[in-house]
């Protein structure tokens, strides 16, 4: 699938792309770890299934981040409870994922993409599960966030979340057919 090849560009899995990239230094010569590292800081994942751990409730799940960041336990409740207090699901923090409808669940995948504070948000077909007024509802988060200054990349099909984006490069077989700036 070329959308997900893609994607793995841009994660990092392929290090000829990264390594042309100046983005700390060069990164094609970091090892794993410091890649991880990297992207776990810098980037922040949207998936378009969500992948919420269904164990865990909200707060956990959101707080998964910044276990691998080593932050204090009680730092991460915090930190997890403010940003999801920010994509408005106060009132459901104690709730485990199946217990939410697909757009709460959408909101909190972005809510653990974000409690980082990442530089780049990634998001890969945020609103392919969703129904289009819950899906309007996401990309409405998506503007205010951009509005704030954080760099956003949606990987899509959907023509209308495309003519929403500043910026949409179409691939083609794998190759760049269009790089356009919306107005």
Same mark, same amino acid.
């Given at each position: 699938?070329?959308?997900? =090849?893609?994607?793995?560009?841009? =994660?990092?899995?392929?290090?000829?792309?990264?390594?042309?990239? %100046?983005? #700390?230094? !060069?990164?094609?010569?970091?090892?794993?770890?410091?890649?991880?590292?990297?992207?776990? $800081?810098?980037? @922040?994942?949207?998936?378009? %299934?969500? !992948?919420?751990?269904?164990?865990?409730?909200?707060?956990?799940?959101?707080?998964? +981040?910044? #276990? #691998?960041?080593?932050?204090?336990?009680? %730092? $991460?409740?915090?930190?997890?409870?403010?940003?999801? &207090?920010?994509?408005?699901?106060?009132?459901?923090?104690?709730?485990?994922?199946? &217990?939410? %409808?697909?757009?709460?669940?959408?909101?909190?995948?972005?809510?653990?993409?974000?409690?980082?504070?990442?530089?780049?948000?990634?998001? *890969?077909? +945020?609103?392919?599960?969703?129904?289009?007024?819950?899906? &309007?509802?996401?990309?409405?988060?998506?503007?205010?966030?951009? =509005?704030?200054?954080?760099?956003?990349?949606?990987?899509?099909? *959907?023509?209308?979340?495309?003519?929403?984006?500043?910026?949409?490069?179409?691939?083609?077989? @794998? $190759?760049? *057919?269009?790089?356009?700036?919306? @107005?």
């Amino acid at each position: 699938c070329r959308r997900r =090849k893609f994607t793995n560009l841009v =994660k990092n899995n392929k290090r000829r792309l990264w390594g042309i990239c %100046s983005f #700390y230094s !060069n990164l094609a010569l970091l090892d794993d770890k410091e890649l991880s590292t990297i992207r776990g $800081r810098e980037i @922040g994942f949207v998936f378009q %299934s969500f !992948n919420l751990i269904p164990q865990l409730s909200l707060v956990e799940n959101v707080e998964v +981040p910044l #276990y #691998y960041q080593r932050v204090e336990v009680n %730092s $991460r409740k915090a930190k997890a409870e403010n940003i999801l &207090e920010r994509v408005g699901l106060s009132d459901r923090m104690s709730h485990r994922p199946s &217990e939410l %409808s697909g757009g709460q669940q959408q909101r909190a995948a972005v809510a653990r993409a974000l409690v980082t504070n990442p530089s780049i948000l990634l998001a *890969d077909e +945020p609103t392919g599960n969703l129904d289009s007024e819950t899906g &309007e509802e996401v990309l409405r988060l998506f503007d205010e966030l951009h =509005k704030e200054g954080l760099t956003t990349i949606v990987v899509t099909h *959907d023509q209308n979340v495309g003519n929403r984006c500043q910026r949409v490069i179409r691939l083609l077989d @794998g $190759r760049i *057919d269009s790089d356009e700036l919306n @107005g």
